[in-house]
T-cell receptor, first 116, second 114 residues
Framework: AQSVTQLDSHVSVSEGTPVLLRCNYS??????LFWYVQHPNKGLQLLLK??????LVKGINGFEAEFKKSETSFHLTKPSAHMSDAAEYFC??????????????FGKGTLLTVNP | SAVISQKPSRDICQRGTSLTIQCQVD?????MFWYRQQPGQSLTLIAT?????????ESGFVIDKFPISRPNLTFSTLTVSNMSPEDSSIYLC???????????FGPGTRLTVT
């Protein structure tokens, strides 16, 4: 069984300051991990993904995440927040459990607010 | 990435009625997925639809309530049957990427049941 815990339901930052959205996962197999973003009234967009290659993953819009197996974490960071980053962010896990590697399990989401 | 469209984008329905949501992809895909996002909640997988076979439902979801069709490799429908206010949600379809590691999502259908 796989699960995802997003440690903060809401994060508020000032424009130009760093962003940290925390995610811990649980997986019985080698996981693939993703961060998706959902802007208001828009669909889900993939920010970045980890699929057992480099542990530091760079995504779109300046976001990156580091896979730490010892800590079972996959935190999302950005050096400098922009107003357009305000959205809901979902950490997602998919594990390669004997052919079910397509099944995604979503965290509950973190709402990022960016203040001017 | 695949381009996915959904119809309708939103609807308001009366309890006891049914709504069929369409999902169209601009390329042929093997696997399509249907998710539900209840207000203020995360996404929950309803079922997986492979072309030419019966959909596979997740725990808590049944075919009588959420029948799915998958007539070809670019199209699927999800019906929400005998609706109640608890069915008010955003319903999203997705497809698996060619590499199989990620999914591309449609814009969603916002359903309100009164």
């Amino acid at each position: 069984a796989q699960s995802v815990t997003q440690l903060d339901s809401h994060v508020s930052v000032s424009e130009g300051t760093p962003v940290l959205l925390r995610c811990n996962y649980s997986s019985s197999y080698s996981p693939s991990l993703f961060w998706y973003v959902q802007h208001p009234n828009k669909g889900l967009q993939l920010l970045l993904k980890y699929t057992s290659a480099a542990t530091l993953v760079k995504g779109i819009n300046g976001f990156e995440a580091e896979f730490k197996k010892s800590e079972t974490s996959f935190h999302l960071t950005k050096p400098s927040a922009h107003m357009s980053d305000a959205a809901e962010y979902f950490c997602v896990v998919s594990d390669d459990s004997g052919g079910s590697n397509y099944k995604l399990t979503f965290g509950k989401g973190t709402l990022l607010t960016v203040n001017p | 990435s695949a381009v996915i469209s959904q119809k309708p984008s939103r609807d308001i329905c009366q309890r006891g009625t049914s709504l069929t949501i369409q999902c169209q992809v601009d390329s042929q895909v093997t696997m399509m997925f249907w998710y539900r996002q209840q207000p203020g909640q995360s996404l929950t997988l309803i079922a997986t639809a492979n072309q030419g076979s019966e959909a596979t439902y997740e725990s808590g979801f049944v075919i009588d309530k959420f029948p799915i069709s998958r007539p070809n490799l670019t199209f699927s429908t999800l019906t929400v049957s005998n609706m109640s206010p608890e069915d008010s949600s955003i319903y999203l379809c997705s497809v698996e990427s060619p590499g199989g590691y990620e999914q591309y999502f449609g814009p969603g259908t916002r359903l309100t049941v009164t």
